[in-house]
């Protein structure tokens, strides 16, 4: 067993190398040690075990020297996709790489990556020729030691390792992390995710309302540019512009008197796939599956001629939202990780943005889909945003007093340095639009897809199903049409009462787009706006939202 333990320890090594140098996750390479400690005692062991084979040490050493390389090996890919691709990347988006390409794309990927190529490959090599050089001395300072006695425990534990090694992959997530089992498993996912996308694809197509019955009519100014921002896990408590102490919005805050800023907004799910279902689509909380036979705003805004970008950090080809955003003219992508857990800085879309509002085509709808405060909190963020971290003011006090865990206090810092950091992101697109769009009539508006509570009403850090704080999220618009309005009318337009499962008909609103599935009665900047129906059929988790934040008040409506 000794000449185990000291095999197993080179390999750990090993892959100790590629944590201690960014390559390897904590949790890629706890789950890796994981399986190395029980594969390579378990499988090479049984050289040592059985008595044919123990006369054989080369095939110890070989296979030793195998398990260790194969972990090396996935560990130094992993490394190379995580610089590549950003943080965990989503082997179902390079298998779609892989397979969607030509020889002329590959040539071009190794011109423009041979370098990180070479050095993911150095340090493959560096690191086994190391772990190569150690067990060649230890093999040599074992020969002519006397052949330790294998008595039954010791075959025992081997077969007992082994054994563990097996079971654990009846854990999915363990099965996925060895590697040769890694990119196979991942190939079958992604056969499953493209048989199920074009099975969706085929399904909408076949319940899809023909285009003649939407009865599509633009009335619109000649030139029309509408920049729909879609923010992600946003709760409008911890905005400054909302009343916060902290000040989280100080761009929007100074740009306050441009901004219509809705007070009483609430989400329709708790959830981002199925809040933007009912965002995008006629799909509503009454009739959840409309977005399966009906047209969505972008498939209506096209038929109305307008020229669509969707500028993304969320991931690619998610589901129903690949097929929504795939309608679009042009489509810019910038999180290469595994989903909305990891990756970019939405800030690296302004460029996509300032490109896609410099298109000369006259009439553009530019969706732009954020990662905004989805958890992890603190990647949403660069460090010079960490502005509340071990903060000691009347927030931190009040969640003390509220015996919030230290855990949930910290938390809460960093949702707010992310809060804050996309009030920056949120106002330069802002200054963009208004700036960049000068000859149009445009308009941006945003709002998040749902909220989150972070400590708020209990110890608790992420989506909130049960209670309000998954629900009430910020929403405001800046619009061209809307300029020298009176203060009056303002505070009463930001005091009306909406829900996001209605949101298709203020966009289409915007847009100046008119068809059997606009109703301005839904269209919260509409004259025709109805607050009763707001007000009596709002629901949260199939209740009755009751609200319980800022409120209409007669001050509020005139303006002071």
Not at 85 to 112: D, K, M, W, Y
Not at 213 to 218: H, L, N
Request: net charge neutral; hydrophobic share 40%.
């Amino acid at each position: 067993m000794n000449k185990l333990l000291k095999r197993l320890l080179l390999g750990l090594a090993g892959l100790a190398v590629f944590w201690a140098l960014g390559r390897i996750s904590a949790n890629e390479l706890a789950k890796s040690s994981v399986l190395m400690a029980t594969a390579l005692p378990g499988i090479a062991g049984l050289f040592l075990a059985m008595p044919a084979l123990r006369r054989r040490p080369g095939w110890f050493s070989a296979a030793s020297l195998g398990i260790i390389g194969l972990f090396l090996l996935d560990a130094a890919i992993k490394g190379f996709l995580r610089d590549y691709f950003g943080l965990r990347p989503n082997p179902v988006l390079v298998l779609q790489a892989i397979f969607n390409t030509n020889p002329a794309e590959s040539s071009e990927f190794f011109r423009h990556n041979g370098r990180d190529v070479a050095e993911a490959a150095g340090l493959l090599w560096l690191t086994w020729g190391a772990v190569w050089l150690a067990e060649r001395r230890l093999r040599r300072s074992e020969v002519g030691q006397p052949a330790p006695v294998w008595r039954w425990r010791g075959v025992a534990g081997v077969g007992s390792l082994l054994a563990i090694f097996i079971a654990l992959h009846f854990n999915p997530t363990m099965a996925k992390e060895n590697p040769l089992l890694f990119w196979p498993i991942r190939y079958l996912d992604y056969r499953d995710q493209m048989a199920q996308a074009a099975s969706m694809e085929e399904n909408v197509a076949r319940n899809m309302a023909q285009k003649s019955e939407w009865q599509v009519r633009y009335h619109g100014p000649e030139r029309n540019t509408v920049v729909w921002v879609i923010g992600e896990s946003l709760n409008r408590a911890n905005m400054s512009l909302y009343g916060y102490e902290r000040a989280t919005s100080p761009t929007l805050e100074a740009m306050r008197k441009d901004l219509i800023v809705f007070r009483d907004v609430v989400s329709s799910e708790p959830a981002t796939m199925a809040s933007l279902m009912k965002m995008l689509t006629p799909a509503d909380l009454n009739d959840p599956q409309a977005w399966n036979r009906k047209p969505d705003v972008l498939m209506l805004a096209r038929e109305a001629g307008f020229r669509i970008h969707w500028l993304s950090n969320q991931p690619p080809n998610d589901g129903w939202l690949g097929l929504v955003s795939r309608r679009a003219d042009h489509q810019v992508f910038i999180n290469k990780g595994a989903g909305r857990g990891e990756n970019n800085f939405d800030g690296n879309l302004l460029p996509a943005l300032e490109a896609a509002l410099q298109d000369p085509a006259p009439k553009k709808l530019i969706v732009v889909h954020l990662l905004g405060a989805h958890p992890t909190y603190d990647m949403r963020y660069p460090s010079q945003y960490a502005r509340f971290d071990s903060l000691r003011d009347s927030v931190a006090e009040r969640l003390e007093n509220a015996d919030r865990s230290a855990w949930i206090r910290q938390l809460r810092n960093e949702y707010d340095n992310a809060i804050a950091y996309n009030d920056y992101v949120l106002g330069s697109m802002l200054r963009l639009t208004m700036n960049d769009a000068r000859e149009d009539n445009a308009s941006l508006l945003f709002s998040s897809d749902h909220a989150q509570e972070v400590g708020h009403t209990r110890n608790h850090a992420g989506q909130s199903v049960a209670d309000a704080t998954g629900y009430e999220i910020p929403m405001l618009a800046w619009t061209r049409s809307f300029t020298g309005k009176s203060p009056e009318e303002k505070a009463q337009l930001e005091y009306r009462p909406y829900q996001t499962d209605q949101m298709e008909h203020t966009v289409l609103g915007l847009l100046g787009v008119d068809s059997v599935y606009y109703d301005a009665r839904h269209d919260i900047l509409s004259e025709r706006f109805v607050s009763a129906h707001f007000h009596q059929l709002r629901r949260i988790n199939g209740q009755p939202y009751q609200p319980r934040t800022l409120r209409y008040n007669e001050a509020a409506a005139q303006g002071q």
